[in-house]
């Protein structure tokens, strides 16, 4: 009688690698990150003034504090309602470069690490690597405009013979650049970058978190993005005031002539501030600016996730998404 055959089965791993998205989804979550930042800088332009504002009266040792005196002083002295939305063009015009990149580059570069990892999540530590370099290359790339809105902002707060008096952000560039030189259209890079990766750590980490931890412990539920965004948006705000302190001063401070700048860099200025106001007003405005970044961290994440699905769905009725791939966005 003959021994039963036995077949060796090589071992293969059962961990399959998810799918490559479809190269129209990597595009548009680039442009939809953009008009998810769009819309929330449009709702809460004015609270990013105020903030700005409060920011600079500490510097000049101004004790009024309250937002509402601040707003009340905008509307009498610098024109009504327009001077709550004053540099709108430079803020929308960032927000299409900044959030689109922060965004599309996160959303990206997860996919990426996932395909790679043979997973369909991100643990933590991944989800602090994307959110540091999606980051850091946006808020780069967008330092001139967020110069341009910090200076559009600050101008009535300085002496008359100081004040720039730029007309809308073309004008902005185009005069820091024949002024002060194209390499200054980056000045304030180093605390923009350092606040952009500091606010993105705790905004996006903090939301993909959240959301998948609260999704396990309470099911998909349609609340979920919301308490998420608000979530990340309040530790986005708490970390990253410090340092979008510290870079308003630095962006606004213009010389007189003569005499040196006011500030030789970010560590002097920490240092003089400290020094000056006390370490506790790196938070000064800190309630305005729970008000302005909480929300708008939110707005953006909700939106940002609605526009996605709102995509996904159109490309499934319009059978772009077929039943041959194998890509989900729910992975």
């Not at 605390?191 to 993105?200: D, E, G, H, I, L």
């Not at 501030?273 to 405005?285: D, F, I, M, N, Q």
């Amino acid at each position: 009688m003959n021994a039963d055959k036995v077949v060796e089965v090589p071992l293969v791993s059962t961990r399959q690698r998810p799918a490559k998205p479809p190269l129209y989804m990597k595009l548009g979550n680039f442009a939809l990150g953009g008009l998810a930042g769009m819309t929330a800088v449009s709702i809460l332009l004015p609270l990013d003034m105020i903030k700005v504002r409060i920011q600079i009266s500490s510097e000049c040792g101004e004790r009024i504090r309250n937002p509402f005196v601040i707003a009340r002083r905008l509307y009498n002295n610098e024109g009504g309602l327009r001077a709550f939305y004053r540099g709108i063009d430079s803020a929308l015009l960032r927000q299409a470069i900044f959030t689109s990149l922060r965004l599309g580059i996160f959303t990206n570069l997860g996919e990426i690490v996932k395909r790679y990892r043979k997973r369909k999540t991100l643990t933590l530590y991944e989800k602090v690597i994307c959110s540091l370099t999606a980051g850091g290359i946006a808020a780069f790339i967008d330092t001139p405009l967020d110069l341009s809105l910090v200076r559009m902002q600050a101008d009535r707060t300085l002496p008359a013979e100081l004040q720039r008096k730029y007309r809308n952000v073309v004008h902005a560039l185009t005069s820091v650049i024949k002024e002060e030189g194209i390499v200054k259209l980056w000045k304030g890079a180093p605390p923009t970058v350092c606040r952009a990766m500091a606010a993105n750590l705790a905004m996006l980490t903090t939301y993909e978190e959240a959301k998948e931890r609260l999704t396990a412990r309470l099911g998909k539920q349609s609340y979920i993005s919301l308490l998420s965004g608000v979530i990340a948006g309040v530790t986005s705000a708490t970390v990253s005031l410090p340092f979008d302190n510290i870079k308003t001063k630095i962006q606004k401070m213009k010389a007189r002539p003569g005499e040196p700048s006011p500030y030789k860099g970010v560590f002097d200025c920490l240092v003089k501030t400290c020094v000056r106001e006390g370490p506790s007003r790196l938070w000064v405005g800190l309630a305005t600016y729970y008000v302005r970044v909480a929300p708008q961290a939110t707005i953006t994440l909700v939106v940002y996730d609605i526009l996605k699905l709102s995509l996904i769905h159109i490309c499934r009725c319009r059978r772009l998404l077929t039943c041959r791939s194998r890509w989900s966005p729910y992975h």
